[in-house]
């Protein structure tokens, strides 16, 4: 990870003390998927969280960072940051892994390519306190308001797909699992899980034959007893998804905040960190 | 003869369309690269740091680059002190001449070849055979691939993208085997008769080189079938052809990247032959080529040296990430159109073909998934690699698409615009999208519909029911 000189003294905060967060929607979810949003936000509160969502925010400027135009995508971005800063929050979430990668790992670097090392300070900073949403939520000590003497909700047998940039970047596996597994799920061993999907961006238009034939051997090899699909980035899902549904499979994909989102308004029993 | 490199003939996209249109090549792909994926975290699990030993690869491999000039003085000075020549080629024309005018001067009339990715890369075997010399290559994979006059598809399997049914089919048609069983065993036998008469035949071996070593100008080759150690030592004259950067300056160091060469690559704790090859035959020794000769290739390393890029030339050329590659494994290796594939060749291509039209278009044959990156092992941070060539080519990007991007981010650096945006795309037309109405009208739509459903946008975006208050 690229780390601009002096900048190895920024203490990353502490999910566990945040007590009020800026929500970065992510232009993925305010379009297509703001239920994932709204369970988003319903989580972080059940968490004990106040939620601010500063609608200065447009995007973190990945597509342009990932097809090469860094100014461009550094003008998108500065733009969120700007927001984001100027909330003032303990913490910021983003409910997606690849989004949050760009703002924690990429921003800086961004910023200090166009020449702009005030920006990259400020996200170097920024990125300190940003959290893909399962680890913080798993990180969060605070008591659940659900009714634990309710019986424990019994959920899907999913299987997992682990985002890439998520996994590899942010190196983030077990957190959305223990949440889903608190939530009452059974967790499906799916041997390709941590397997790209073929998305990728601009790459699943750049390249549409390779991108289907991803989808196509990723969902070729989900066990037979699963109901659902579950994973932490809308984009993913959506892509395998699209790709799930013109092969005619009746499965589900869902993202993980709707998954606990579901389950605790079922009155599920999702203990705190370390009781599961 | 061997085959043609597709890039500059078709795009990228055309190349990958036909690639995975063909299901069975994407089943041996994905059986083959399974058996080495497993195979190596066997081979790693008998090692207690990998991390560590990783990192020491990494920081090896970094500084060697960083004084390459020194080390390769040092490594000619000893291979010249006994006995072998030194070529030092600046282009592969350069170093298919060399090698030609010694063919030449020895009247060989056949060369008996090892594995050699270099010698693909500047088009050896063409040159030879120009010169009326019969090229053989002696490696399995390679023979076969010669034969069917197709490129390698690997750089450490060549033939992987076969499975014995192909080669038994290839035995048949062009090296009249006679309706040949597909059983390994009795193809093995087969090629190796074959292989045999050439051996001995050949006047000049020539092979690759997987690292050199400084302190003593020695060359190591790893191999599985003997091929190598033959081809080195069985013809009068052996020519090794090693890329610039493929060089170490102790033997302590190349204890190390060999130790990971074997078990990231094929999964072998250690390869079956690994040969080391100092000078010609010296008197007391029983065999031996009589002539010694180094190509040491440039070929447009010593420019990505000084790049910013430099880390590419880390590479141990293992194969670990094409195993890894989500795409490799759809595509093989063919798709990428020419020497190197997966991502070290999605980095390398650009780099080193940069001249041939559609090389720089290999940066975008990645989703950035950073498989590689884990599994690369010496850390080369491929991902990174290739966004920055992404912005080099994003640089040279035609006006149109360069303006798309502005004004894309002229919109989308202002909250209203932005707004506006998710207004129309939440609107009543929305409906529209998930029709083939959308495939004509909002761009990338047609080609995501091939294969997939399009999405339809919510009926209300997230901000609208932020600030409604509705939650
Ligand atoms: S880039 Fe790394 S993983 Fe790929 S071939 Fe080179 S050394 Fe092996």
Sequence with gaps: MWQPEGMNAIKPVDAASASRVSFFITCMVDVFAPDVGEAAVRMLRESGCEVSCPLGQTCCGQPAWNSGFAADAARVARTSLDALEADDADAVVVPAGSCATMIKVFWPELFELVGDHDAAARAQRLGAKTFELTSFLDARPSPNRVDQSAPAHRGPTIAYHHSCHMLRELRIHDAPLALLERAGCTIADWPDGDRCCGFGGLFSVKLPETSVAMAEAKLASLPAEVEMVVGSDSSCLMHLAGRAKAEGRTIAFRHTAEVIAAAAIAGAAIPRKGQA | ?471
């Design chain 2, 1 to 471: 003869m061997s085959g043609h490199h597709t890039l500059g003939t078709a795009t990228l996209r055309e190349r990958q369309a036909s690639a995975v249109a063909d299901t069975a090549l994407r089943g041996k792909l994905a059986r083959a690269s399974e058996i080495f994926t497993t195979r190596k975290a066997g081979a790693f699990a008998l090692i207690d740091d990998v991390d560590g030993l990783r990192q020491a690869a990494r920081s090896i491999r970094s500084d060697i680059n960083s004084r390459l000039p020194s080390v390769l003085e040092r490594f000619a000075d000893n291979v010249m002190a006994a006995g072998g020549n030194i070529c030092w080629a600046k282009t592969g024309a350069e170093a298919n001449a060399y090698i030609v005018n010694v063919a030449k001067r020895i009247g060989a009339k056949t060369a008996a070849k090892g594995k050699s990715m270099a010698t693909e890369e500047i088009e050896l075997n063409g040159a030879l055979e120009a010169a009326g010399c019969e090229v053989v290559e002696t490696d399995l994979g390679e023979w076969i691939i010669q034969l069917d006059e197709q490129t390698p598809s690997h750089i450490i399997a060549p033939a992987i993208h076969l499975d014995r049914y192909d080669i038994a089919r290839i035995f048949d048609e062009r090296a009249n085997a006679g309706g040949i069983e597909p059983i390994p065993e009795v193809m093995n036998a087969f090629a190796r008769g074959r292989l045999r008469e050439k051996f001995l035949a050949a006047e000049l071996g020539v092979t690759g080189c997987n690292l050199a070593i400084a302190e003593s100008g020695s060359i190591l080759l790893v191999e599985n079938e003997g091929n190598g150690r033959m081809s080195s030592t069985l013809p009068r004259v052996h020519i090794a052809v090693m890329g610039m950067e493929r060089i170490v300056e102790t033997w302590a160091e190349a204890d190390l990247i060999v130790n990971l060469l074997a078990r990231s690559g094929t999964g072998q704790h250690i390869s079956v032959y690994t040969n080391i090859v100092t000078g010609p035959r010296r008197p007391e020794d029983v065999d031996g080529p009589e002539e010694f000769h180094v190509v040491i290739l440039d070929n447009g390393r010593s420019e990505l040296l000084a790049s910013d890029l430099h880390e590419m030339l880390d590479c141990i050329r293992c194969g670990a990430c094409l195993n890894v590659c989500p795409v490799y494994r759809q595509t093989g290796g063919h798709a990428y159109g020419w020497v190197y594939s997966g991502p070290m060749g999605a980095v390398l291509t650009p780099l080193l073909a940069g001249h041939v039209e559609g090389s720089q278009e290999l940066a975008n044959a990645s989703t950035l998934c950073g498989a590689c990156m884990d599994a690369c092992p010496v850390g080369i941070p491929l991902q990174d690699l290739l966004l920055s060539l992404r912005r080099t080519k994003a640089a040279k990007a035609g006006a149109a698409e360069k303006a798309g991007w502005r004004a894309w981010s002229a919109a989308w650096s202002h909250r209203s615009i932005y707004e506006a945006s998710v207004v129309a795309a939440t609107s009543p037309a929305r409906k529209l999208a998930g029709s083939r109405v959308a495939t004509k009208l909002v761009p990338g739509a047609g080609r995501w519909a091939l294969g997939r459903e399009l999405p339809t946008p919510a009926s209300s975006s997230f901000r609208s029911r932020w600030k409604k208050g509705d939650l």
